[in-house]
């Protein structure tokens, strides 16, 4: 039988505690679906789900109330995944400044060397990077928790803003309810893409994640660093321009090496990542605000071929152009 572990420690969010129970416990109904011929077929699934810490004694949650959990570290064992989720901020916005205990960190390491699945959900990632399993691992977090994780965990190769990143079974998403995308991939990886997509269907949440650019304040980022505001502004003023990394670098008055090493520490990406990354921004921007065409708004942001335009806004934000402006126009 498939075991899943949800790590259950002090001010830990409670709906991601056990709202991946739930999820888990969705998966194990029996479903009917059609197949793609037409026959009835019975998707099924019983994962054994349980939540533990190294003690098994109650915890209190984030809102400080108690909560049992089901089991101590010893009595497990084995395990296929090991699931985080988010904890409760403090007043300024962080996670605890230490997250979990070693006899906790050490217990994750060991699963993970035994070939268990290891998730962090927003600042559940913290937990991941306290127990080592971070270190030279692309990985990811809310946007509001980048410059802490990379503070806090210097040999991670964080990656700003993105939806979910699994690197060899190092399972990472970021905002405080990715505990939803986290458990749908954890469905996927243990029982199969079918029986993921009736899950996310039955319980009416999107099976694909969304980019994280669809939430971020505009200039978040820019705010929080002088080089990030030129490097911005730069692109964003030059309308109808193609803007290549030597052009920026010219620009801002430094090498193409300089300009790849300093985007590279601050945000995870190379220049042309960049530079696409703040033209889809403002792309989203517009689109919201303006009636302007999909083909002119690309133009205007440098894109000769409106096509190239329309993949790369489809690849960062996981919908069309046309798609982001009638939602948005819809709320």
């Not at 090493?261 to 696409?276: C, H, N, S, V, Y």
């Amino acid at each position: 039988m498939t075991t899943i572990v949800i790590l259950s420690v002090n001010n830990a969010l409670p709906s991601g505690l056990m709202g991946m129970v739930d999820i888990f416990a969705l998966s194990g109904l029996h479903f009917v679906q059609k197949s793609g011929d037409g026959a009835l077929s019975k998707v099924e699934w019983h994962p054994n789900v349980i939540l533990a810490n190294h003690d098994g004694q109650p915890i209190t949650d984030g809102h400080g109330r108690i909560f049992e959990v089901d089991s101590d570290f010893a009595s497990i064992e084995h395990c296929d995944a090991v699931l985080v989720p988010g904890f409760i901020p403090n007043g300024q916005g962080h996670p605890p400044k230490t997250t979990t205990d070693m006899l906790t960190c050490s217990w994750l390491a060991t699963q993970y060397k035994k070939g268990a699945l290891m998730c962090g959900s927003c600042s559940g990632v913290f937990a991941l990077g306290e127990a080592g399993l971070l270190n030279n691992r692309k990985c990811t977090t809310t946007w509001w928790l980048h410059d802490e994780l990379k503070q806090r965990f210097p040999k991670a190769n964080a990656v700003w803003a993105s939806e979910l990143i699994d690197d060899n079974g190092i399972i990472t998403a970021g905002g405080p309810l990715s505990w939803v995308t986290i458990a749908l991939h954890i469905v996927k990886k243990l029982a199969g893409i079918e029986t993921a997509k009736v899950v996310a269907d039955f319980s009416v949440v999107d099976a694909i994640p969304k980019s994280q650019n669809l939430y971020v304040p505009e200039g978040y980022q820019a705010s929080n660093n002088p080089f990030l505001a030129k490097a911005e502004y730069t692109i964003r003023k030059a309308h109808y321009q193609t803007m290549s990394a030597g052009d920026l670098a010219k620009i801002m008055a430094v090498s193409e090496r300089t300009l790849n090493r300093k985007l590279k520490e601050l945000t995870g990406e190379t220049p042309k990542a960049f530079i696409d990354g703040v033209r889809i921004s403002h792309a989203c921007t517009l689109l919201a605000t303006t009636n302007t065409s999909v083909k002119e708004i690309a133009l205007s942001l440098g894109y000769t071929d409106d096509s190239v335009f329309r993949r790369l806004f489809k690849q960062k934000i996981k919908m069309t152009p046309s798609n982001y402006q009638q939602q948005r126009r819809n709320n």
